[in-house]
């Protein structure tokens, strides 16, 4: 599922394929996908540009000049800028044409992706709830963000509004790292615990960025390469357990993250 680095990856792409064209025409090959009416959403793109992007959590949000196009990715999705003699990329859902002859694609293989309009990125962040975003955040923001809060690290870390962009795979290897267990009580850690974390989470965010969200490229000593069951700690060798907190399905070592 795209977190924070897969978006971020998008974001990078459309920066580098997509900016300062203008958009002719929209494709909505399938309208579940949009939180908005079609043809609110074809008044609001037609004859702009997306002159620069923002990215908040697992959101993209593109500046279009009288407001903002904001894409979620959902479970499956993707970008793709192609020419239009090429042949649409599988699983389109919304396909921008722009003046220059070139499209860009917005694929989800499943439904859970949603495309949405904002009139601002405070606007958009207060709807939504969503906490600081957590590769730009502070360690006051942090704090402050810990402050209100109870309740066990894995479900925090997974909480939006707590802070944007932490899913499933890096809030097992953030806490890795931390040797924190997944259900230790948020307010139970120290000063110092608390600075690591936030340390641990930027760290992974950013091996999470250098590696475009490719797994499958991860150093062996990450937790990330050894979510399987059976599979062994790549620090102490202990078998890694999986757990379930609220639903979720999470990995940790029980050696090295002691409850
Ligand atoms: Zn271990």
Redesign the pocket.
Known sequence: MPELPEVETFKRYLDKTSLNQIIKDIKVTDNRILNIDEFHLKKFLTNKKFKSSNRHGKYLLINIGQGYLIMHFGMTGDLEYFNKKDDEPKFSKIIFHFNNDFNLAYISIRMFGRIDIAESIEEFIEKNKLGPDAFKMSLEQFKEALLRRSGVAKNLLLNQSFVAGIGNIYSDEILFRTKIHPKTKINSLNESKVKELFTNIKEVLQVGIDKKGDLSTYPNHFLITHRTKDDH?P????EIKRIEISGRHGFF?P???KE
């Open positions: 700690c620090v102490c060798k202990y070592c050696n090295c993250q």
